[in-house]
């Protein structure tokens, strides 16, 4: 069965910081990876994503993630963070399961909260 | 302009009044799903389906129905609403490629609460 984990429900960043919101994952088989972004009192937004080819991938807002298969990890990160950068961020797995389901997993969120 | 619509936006109803919710997308995506978002959990998916007539469970079915009459909607059924179905729901549509769902669009959500 498919997981993700975000071990980090809260993460406090000074403006103009660096930051890297973890992510790790398990899965039997090949999966596709997603970051998505909900700023306060909106819907998800597509931040970037995985399907093949290079490891490291790019966003918008100057995120980027890097897909780590012998970890199943697919950590965010941006080096200088900005106010309005503020928002929970969802890692999200999906893949084509062994019984033939096609399930879409979410983790918990992280909250990233940039201070002035 | 690409987009997934849900109604309504806002909705309060007491328990066992059947309500349906509704969820419709033009870009003529094969996948569709219905999530839950509760504070410290995530979303969690409820039903998806993978094209006309194909509907499957997510991970928290309980208490919930679909249908998929035609491939555009994917309404959300609760039969006998109860207040531990208070949440925020959204829908979401994406295409799909061999190994999976691509990256989802998501409509503007439902907050329902349930008295």
């Known amino acids: 069965a498919q997981s993700v984990t975000q071990l980090d429900s809260q993460v406090p960043v000074f403006e103009e910081a660096p930051v890297e919101l973890r992510c790790n994952y398990s899965s039997s088989v090949s999966v596709y990876l997603f970051w998505y972004v909900q700023y306060p009192n909106q819907g998800l937004q597509l931040l970037l994503k995985?399907?093949?080819?290079?490891?490291l991938v790019k966003g918008i807002n100057g995120f980027e993630a890097e897909f780590n298969k012998s970890q199943t990890s697919f950590h965010l990160r941006k080096p200088s963070v900005h106010i309005s950068d503020t928002a929970e961020y969802f890692c999200a797995v999906s893949g084509r399961g062994t019984s033939g389901t096609y399930k879409y997993i979410f983790g918990t969120g992280t909250r990233l909260k940039v201070l002035a | 302009e690409a987009q997934v619509t849900q109604n309504p936006r806002y909705l309060i109803t007491v328990t066992g009044k059947k309500l349906t919710v509704t969820c419709s997308q033009n870009?003529?995506?094969?996948?569709m799903s219905w999530y839950r978002q509760d504070p410290g959990l995530g979303l969690r998916q409820i039903y998806y389906?993978?094209?006309?007539?194909?509907?499957d469970k997510g991970d928290v079915p309980e208490g919930y129905k679909v249908s998929r009459k035609e491939k555009r909607n994917f309404p959300l059924i609760l039969e006998s609403p109860s207040p531990n179905q208070t949440s925020l729901y959204f829908c979401?549509?994406?295409?799909?490629?061999?190994?999976?769902?691509?990256?989802?669009?998501f409509g503007p959500g439902t907050r329902l609460t349930v008295t």
């Open positions: 870009m003529n995506h094969e996948y």
């Open positions: 995985y399907l093949s080819g290079s490891t």
């Open positions: 979401a549509s994406s295409a799909v490629l061999a190994g999976g769902p691509r990256e989802q669009y």
């Open positions: 389906s993978m094209n006309v007539e194909v509907t």
